[in-house]
Structures are given as C-alpha cells and as structure tokens.
T-cell receptor, first 114, second 112 residues
Framework: DGGITQSPKYLFRKEGQNVTLSCEQNLNHDAMYWYRQDPGQGLRLIYYSQIVNDFQKGDIAEGYSVSREKKESFPLTVTSAQKNPTAFYLC?????????????FGEGSWLTVV | QQQVKQSPQSLIVQKGGISIINCAYENTAFDYFPWYQQFPGKGPALLIAIRPDVSEKKEGRFTISFNKSAKQFSLHIMDSQPGDSATYFCAASIGSDYKLSFGAGTTVTVRA
C-alpha cells in the first residue's frame, strides 16, 4: 500500500543530544514537509522540500535540520540547539505545487526530552 | 502569528446533533481551504476542502460554508456520531505556495 512511514513512533532524547526522525514515502510525491504539533497550537511548519536536494525553512526551523538526498526520504534532525523539542512530529507529502494541493500525513513520531 | 483563527477550542455534542466549527483568516490571497480530521496518536487526514468560488460544499454529513466577504469559513457535522469524536483542523493556502497555514484545532466529543 502507498503511504508515508515515520519511525520511530516514540523517541526519547537526552539533553545535548541530536536525534533523527525518519520519513519515507512511496507515493512518488515531489514535495515533502515536516510539521510540529503542540497542544492548542495546531500544526507549525518546520521545513519543506519541493524537489530532491532542495529544501526551505518553514516558520519554526531554528534547532532543526533536514536533508533530501532521495525523492522518497526526508529525515529530520532535532539538534541540541532546539530548547523545547518535546512534541509530536508529523511528516507529510504532496504531489507538487498547484492550487488545491492535498497534503498527506504520516502517523507521527513522539519525541520526549528526558 | 496564526494566520487562521479557529474556534471553539473544544465542543461536546450529543449523538445526532450538529457540530459547528468556525475559522477566520486575514490573507485575501488564500484560495484553498481544507479541513483535516485527526484521531488521537494519528496523523491528520483530509476531510473536505473548498475554494472561494463556491459558498458551500457538502460531502455526506460534512458541509463547508464559505463567506468570502467576511473571510470566514465553517465546518458543519450533521447527525454527529461517536466515531466523529476527533480533533478538526481548518487550514488555508495560496495556490502558488507549498505551505498550509493551520488553525489551532477543535476537539469534538460526541456523547452517545
């Protein structure tokens, strides 16, 4: 079945540690996204990528990094510079840029700082 | 600064009742307005979407009403069922842009 796979589902990070969240899609979508979800704040865009080897910062990119070496993969690294990383992280993808762009989400990854 | 304001934060409705969620926006360049449904621990899924050239769109028990002059749109869930209990997000985007701006979400609880 086509879809977006995020791993791990649950991740614990120690202070000062970098962690990487995996996102893989087999929908043959050009665009991929990372959103952060906090209670009462909706979804906020961290990074997005329109094509391979290209990505742009979203609204809250500080303390995060991404790469897009393959069309189907868009991993997110939460660095030690991110002071409040505990959140639910959602990866998403879409066919490309056009009006009425439907974004499909993965199941999400919970990150907790311990 | 949130570009799409959503209310209420939560609501409780009896089975068979109507759930109404409202959203307002400022950016008149927005031309695509989707609603997403999210169950606990899962990613959001597209429920229904509308463009500003129509005032209403209906899919089953879900209806979007759109008021371009007031820059408001709303989701109506008719004959609400316990399985509709979820968090609903409105969103907006510009056709030339990749980014969706989301509202803060509304948690709907349908009591049997």
């Amino acid at each position: 079945d086509g879809g977006i796979t995020q791993s791990p589902k649950y991740l614990f990070r120690k202070e000062g540690q970098n962690v990487t969240l995996s996102c893989e899609q087999n929908l043959n979508h050009d665009a991929m996204y990372w959103y952060r979800q906090d209670p009462g704040q909706g979804l906020r865009l961290i990074y997005y990528s329109q094509i391979v080897n290209d990505f742009q910062k979203g609204d809250i990119a500080e303390g995060y990094s991404v790469s897009r070496e393959k069309k189907e993969s868009f991993p997110l690294t939460v660095t030690s510079a991110q002071k409040n990383p505990t959140a639910f992280y959602l990866c998403a993808s879409s066919i490309g840029q056009f009006s009425g762009n439907t974004i499909y989400f993965g199941e999400g990854s919970w990150l907790t700082v311990v | 600064q949130q570009q799409v304001k959503q209310s209420p934060q939560s609501l409780i409705v009896q089975k068979g009742g109507i759930s109404i969620i409202n959203c307002a926006y400022e950016n008149t360049a927005f031309d695509y307005f989707p609603w997403y449904q999210q169950f606990p621990g899962k990613g959001p899924a597209l429920l229904i979407a509308i463009r500003p050239d129509v005032s209403e769109k209906k899919e089953g028990r879900f209806t979007i009403s759109f008021n371009k002059s007031a820059k408001q749109f709303s989701l109506h869930i008719m004959d609400s069922q316990p399985g509709d209990s979820a968090t609903y997000f409105c969103a907006a985007s510009i056709g030339s842009d990749y980014k969706l701006s989301f509202g803060a979400g509304t948690t709907v609880t349908v009591r049997a």
